[in-house]
């Protein structure tokens, strides 16, 4: 194998490795939540600093390759993916780390009326569902399970967009519960981030792949909406 492909390589599992850090964050993020678990919570807040870690020696990495390479076409496209990929990824890893400190502010599990009422649970579980999918797509080199993950971000966007009028009713019914109803609508907007996070690692992918840049017709069609 030559050189340069092996050197991409490297790069390669080194961000699989964050992604797998990124995504542990995530779910201990919705354990930490649903159990008002202020350990776990608090756990996650330190490990963050490990997802800055890789963040730094991936694009170090990127630096070096680009250095020693001077790399063009598919190859360019892979390492300028990569930066911009590790830098989402870095993001979703402070989301993580901002729905722990929500989670640590709950006295006890949020009420399953709320969390039925908003959704945040099934809408937790599709950011998931895509950052894992999304992973797989780059995997695989994938483009079409790619794209299918910009479309699947609208849903998350109709769960966030109606979460303001249920939790603003759900206070006034239940004043003794605002703080709490407070961080639920706060840890929505951050699982919200995630999907649009999860769709600019995907416009990456597809630009790795196809040489295509779908990111502004995203945000014509946003417009539109």
Not at 12 to 34: C, F, I, N, T
Not at 60 to 66: D, G, I, T
Not at 74 to 90: C, G, Q, S, T, Y
């Amino acid at each position: 194998m030559p050189h340069i492909d092996v050197e991409l390589e490297k790069l390669k599992k080194k961000l699989l490795e964050m992604w797998d850090l990124v995504e542990y964050q995530l779910h201990s993020g919705r354990e930490a939540m649903l159990k008002a678990d202020q350990v776990m919570a608090e756990q996650i807040i330190k490990r963050d600093r490990k997802v800055n870690q890789f963040d730094v020696k991936i694009d170090r990495m990127c630096e070096n390759f680009f250095a020693l390479f001077t790399p063009v076409a598919v190859d360019l496209r892979m390492v300028l993916a990569v930066l911009k990929i590790n830098a989402n990824l870095e993001r979703i890893g402070d989301t993580a780390e901002g729905i722990a400190r929500f989670a640590k502010k709950l006295d006890a599990p949020v009420n399953e009326d709320l969390l039925e009422m908003t959704s945040l649970l099934p809408m937790y579980e599709e950011a998931m569902s895509m950052l894992n999918d999304c992973r797989i797509a780059f995997k695989t080199n994938d483009p079409v399970l790619a794209k299918t993950l910009i479309k699947r971000d609208k849903g998350l966007d109709k769960i966030y967009r109606k979460s303001d009028r249920i939790v603003t009713k759900y206070m006034a019914a239940h004043p003794e519960k605002i703080s709490e109803a407070l961080a639920v609508l706060s840890i929505i907007k951050k699982v919200e981030r995630v999907g649009d996070q999860v769709t600019n690692i995907a416009e990456e992918i597809i630009f790795y792949r196809d040489a295509k840049v779908v990111k502004h017709k995203q945000d014509k069609k946003k417009k539109k909406d």
